[in-house]
């Protein structure tokens, strides 16, 4: 078994995964970090901003290289920062030695749907779903409707954003793992057999996590169908990422 890496997942916004990332991070002897910690509200956003006031790639290297020397664990959503950043985070995490994971999802209309719903909503997660979706569901508070404009822009944007992450893995020769979420989660083989085998490729020993990757087995509920009919142009919304996405 080769020694343990962190790791780094890119991936976008609504991919799922999060019970594999967090089995991962439990198991892992390397700290992980706050999931997408670039985004503007999080605790690396100021690089971001930082780079987006002066545009200087050899200051953003140098700061994303000193975040990398802790050797953590992140998972980072493409889609979210400017290019620029991704580029250099992943030449970063290679010279560190960084276990790459690509983590996509075919459906995109359900990826989507999940992101705008979670917009309209403010609901990001299953705890912020059950302090507001009684409210909603109560009429004490309401649902935004959702941009279509947006909805159109988001898909494109995502897809040239995940082009452009995959030639800047290929160009700079990096090896990574691509998991796709519904070969992990709907396939054939369950998502304990998945975690294993990723976590042996990352360097990590299992042979002890009988129960825990068990736990990895049981299905989780969609929470967000009983809140359709609370979002004001939901069926709209339906119709223009099913005309849009051609995945």
Known sequence: MPEPRPTLTLTLRRTGGTSLQSFLAQISPFRSVEHEPFNPDRMWGHVVKKFQDGRDLVALEADIDALLEAEV???HCIEVVPPEVTKTLI??????GYFFIVLTRRDSVRRLRSLFMAMSTGAWGPEQEEARYPGILSGEFKATPVNLEKVKRQYWNDQLMLGRMLSVLRYQNVSYQWLVFEEIYKGEQPVSVHAANLARQIGIDVSGEGDNLDKLN???KQS?????DF?????????TLKEVCID
């Open 73 to 75: 664990n992140v998972k």
């Open 91 to 96: 030449k970063c995490a290679k010279k560190r």
């Open 218 to 220: 049981e299905k989780g």
């Open 224 to 228: 967000s169908h009983h809140i359709e």
């Open 231 to 239: 979002v004001p142009n939901y069926d709209a919304m339906m119709a």
